[in-house]
């Protein structure tokens, strides 16, 4: 049981460059989310999904964009890379009903450096 | 903004207990508390949650005071691999919110 993948682990990017990180999780869970960290600093989420077809935006959602398709994708995007989204992104997965507390699961990261 | 409280860094000698607090007085009758840790820059891992009972598994114990206003997570016998930032989070069905955590060190 793989858990959450995120590829790739480690990026360098150009100024103004795009790329998509992905995120894929085989447990079935129905909420996923992208948290970005900086050095030094706490997890902040940039976007959230509770199912697919269904997104929504978190504390730091700019310049970046995501969807969600299919249950076990969510792909997170930077359209144009700037200096500021040079951080640590990590992708998390959940699954939630009624009744049911479960906890979230997180990937091991993607290391963004755009230069 | 996060919704814990909790020490900057602590210390604890390898084979003790370490005894992680955590203030969280604005907690909804609906939220859990959950605890993970993250090593180094890897991902966070999960170690336990509860609501209003204590809570025992194969990492940690979670104690609840019996007005929710605060927990203590107990990891009984630390390592020197238990080394990490330890986050105290207080969540429903809403995403996680993460603060600065404690630094926990393990010295040997």
């Known amino acids: 049981n793989a858990g959450v993948t995120q590829t790739p682990k480690f990026r360098i990017l150009k100024i103004g460059q795009s790329m998509t990180l992905q995120c894929t999780q085989d447990m079935n869970h129905n909420y996923m989310y992208w948290y970005r960290q900086d050095p030094g600093m706490g997890l902040k989420l940039i976007y959230y999904s509770v199912g697919a077809g269904i997104t929504d935006k978190g504390e730091v959602p700019n310049g970046y964009n995501v969807s969600r398709s299919t249950t076990e994708d969510f792909p997170l995007r930077l359209e144009l890379a700037a200096p500021s989204q040079t951080s640590v992104y990590f992708c998390a997965s959940r699954n939630w009903d009624r009744g049911s507390n479960q906890p979230q699961h997180f990937g091991d990261g993607t290391r963004l450096s755009i230069l | 903004d996060a919704k814990t409280t909790q020490p900057t860094s602590m210390d604890c000698a390898e084979g003790r207990a370490a005894n992680l607090p955590c203030n969280h007085s604005?907690?909804?009758?609906?939220?859990?508390v959950y605890w993970y840790r993250q090593i180094h820059s890897q991902g966070p891992q999960y170690i336990i949650h509860?609501?209003?009972n204590n809570e025992t598994n194969e990492m940690a114990s979670l104690i609840i005071t019996e007005d929710r206003k605060s927990s203590t997570l107990i990891l009984p016998h630390a390592t020197l691999r238990d080394t990490a930032v330890y986050y105290c989070?207080?969540?429903?069905?809403?995403?996680?919110?993460f603060g600065k955590g404690t630094r926990l060190s393990v010295i040997a």
């Open positions: 989070i207080v969540s429903g069905n809403t995403p996680l919110v």
């Open positions: 509860g609501l209003k």
């Open positions: 604005t907690i909804s009758g609906n939220e859990y």
